[in-house]
């Protein structure tokens, strides 16, 4: 199964960025001269995809559709607008995209995780999903002191940088960590974790609870079916935060006066 579509979870109001996210969403924030999005599009063309399914808040439309209007002039891609009416999670952000996921392979990136490397790291992320056909996370090592705000693998490396994850546990504390493994914004995800995902939704809007990515790959590990990561290399400012944002803009510029200079 080849990968040709990528879902951007984008609905996000931004909380961390304000001031800045009072007047730009998140997504739209410049740095080093583009928006972020622009660098989860560029890697998106770079591996193949042609199709992007962007998902965002009501709050937020009219900015992505102008937006969209001149990507579309950019990129060779297809873009696909879809609203994400409540803050219901990224699991539910995924279904707002079913109708053109279909029951195809997909990818799925968060924007403000740009990763800072000589070389892109999606399309080698792609790469590992076509050879294994299973789900594959982008995993990052942290220091123990920050597991707690991350979803956090308990894994086996089975060749260098590259994990068959066992189980996922969502923010815990420290002493309850199984590592310091961490899932950070890149999945590429089979129609089977879709399906999970619609059928957890109803529960979901009784409870009037988030719906987590994660919790579709519940019948994965249960039924030991495969689930892998790739603990990237690479830096990743947090960009969500004034202060990451600020460390990408710097760590960027430096890489592109390299590339200048050369």
């Not at 900015?63 to 969209?68: I, T």
């Not at 995780?113 to 080698?124: E, G, K, L, T, W």
Request: glycine content about 8%; proline content about 8%; hydrophobic content about 40%.
């Amino acid at each position: 199964m080849k990968v040709t579509k990528l879902v951007l979870p984008v609905a996000g109001l931004g909380l961390r960025l304000r001031p800045l996210t009072l007047t730009t969403p998140k997504n739209l924030i410049p740095v080093n001269g583009k928006p972020l999005i622009e660098y989860a599009l560029e890697e998106a063309v770079v591996a193949g995809i042609a199709e992007v399914i962007v998902v965002v808040g009501p709050e937020h439309v009219r900015n992505y559709e102008e937006y969209l209007a001149r990507a579309a002039k950019k990129f060779p891609l297809r873009f696909h607008l879809r609203i994400q009416d409540k803050p219901f999670g990224h699991g539910h952000a995924l279904l707002q995209a079913a109708d053109v996921l279909g029951e195809e392979p997909f990818a799925v990136r968060f924007c403000d995780d740009v990763i800072i490397n000589d070389a892109p790291v999606f399309p080698r992320f792609v790469e590992l999903f076509e050879k294994y056909q299973a789900p594959v996370l982008l995993l990052e090592r942290v220091p123990w002191e920050r597991v707690s705000r991350y979803g956090v693998v308990r894994s086996e490396e089975i060749a260098p940088r590259i994990h068959r994850i066992k189980e996922v546990v969502e923010k815990p504390a420290r002493e309850n960590a199984p590592s310091n493994l961490i899932i950070v914004g890149g999945y590429v995800l089979t129609p089977d974790v879709l399906k999970k995902l619609k059928g957890l939704e109803p529960e979901m809007r009784r409870e009037n609870d988030a719906l987590l990515l994660t919790d579709g790959f519940g019948d994965r590990f249960a039924k030991g079916e495969p689930v892998y990561g790739w603990e990237f290399p690479g830096i990743r400012p947090d960009c969500g935060s004034l202060e990451g944002l600020e460390k990408a803009e710097e760590l960027l510029r430096a890489r592109s006066s390299a590339m200048a200079s050369n």
